[in-house]
């Protein structure tokens, strides 16, 4: 046998522990990757939640276009408080999830008197409400700007939108079952303005690329608390 054969074989249990340990990174990265994915699953479907808001009902709080972080375990040992912003259920069609904000809690009295709302006899600020100056219906011709008062029964919740005069909400339909409520919307991580419908940007493919366009993302808006 030749040197070259001896230097040789002498270089083939080194080139493959150089091989085995490749192999052995690859497969920790993948595993870790795996890890990492299973991991963002489980706190995405148990732990948080994204939403896209599609109407101007919470305008105020939250516009058309906003992107939303839901924490689903933010009622697990505690319940919904009064003017938590909320999803839940649509009670009289439980496919569809609404976003709206507590008013009334179980046992609170809520009236609504030309768009000023008391709660147990008392009249609420509400800083975040938006009106349209329109002069407040009466009662008989729509609930939307007055009601009697009227108390939440245990196990509900009684929601409205911030968008008062555009907002299709309890005043309409009537109390959320509690098991209704999905979690508490903590967070704006992200929001798209929406173009005019004439603009190229609205239509078909530049659609789904308008995050592109700096135009279109209201940055003062990204990680923005909901409150």
Do not use: H
Not at 138 to 156: L, M, R, W
Not at 163 to 192: M, P, Q, T
């Amino acid at each position: 046998m030749s040197k070259r054969d001896i230097k040789g074989s002498k270089e083939k249990p080194e080139e493959t522990e150089e091989l085995k340990t490749a192999q052995a990174k690859k497969d920790t990265f993948f595993d870790s990757l795996v890890v990492a994915v299973v991991i963002a699953m489980l706190i995405k479907g148990l732990l948080l939640q994204t939403y896209q808001i599609p109407s101007e009902s919470m305008v105020g709080t939250l516009l058309k276009g906003d992107y939303i972080l839901l924490n689903r375990l933010a009622y697990i040992f505690s319940e919904p408080e009064r003017n938590d912003v909320v999803v839940f259920e649509y009670p009289l069609e439980p496919s569809k999830d609404f976003i709206k904000r507590v008013i009334g809690t179980p046992g609170d009295k809520i009236e609504l008197k030309d768009k000023v709302l008391y709660v147990n006899g008392q009249a609420q600020p509400e800083p975040f409400k938006q009106l349209n100056g329109m002069i407040p219906l009466p009662a008989d011709i729509s609930p939307k700007d007055s009601f009697t008062q009227i108390t939440v029964p245990e196990g509900y919740y009684f929601m409205m939108g911030d968008n008062r005069d555009n907002s299709y909400d309890s005043r309409f339909w009537g109390f959320v079952d509690e098991d209704a409520i999905k979690g508490k919307a903590v967070l704006i991580y992200w929001s798209l303005e929406t173009p005019a419908y004439d603009s190229a940007w609205a239509k078909f493919p530049l659609s789904m690329f308008r995050f592109l366009n700096p135009a279109y993302d209201r940055f003062e808006r990204f990680f923005k608390p909901i409150r």
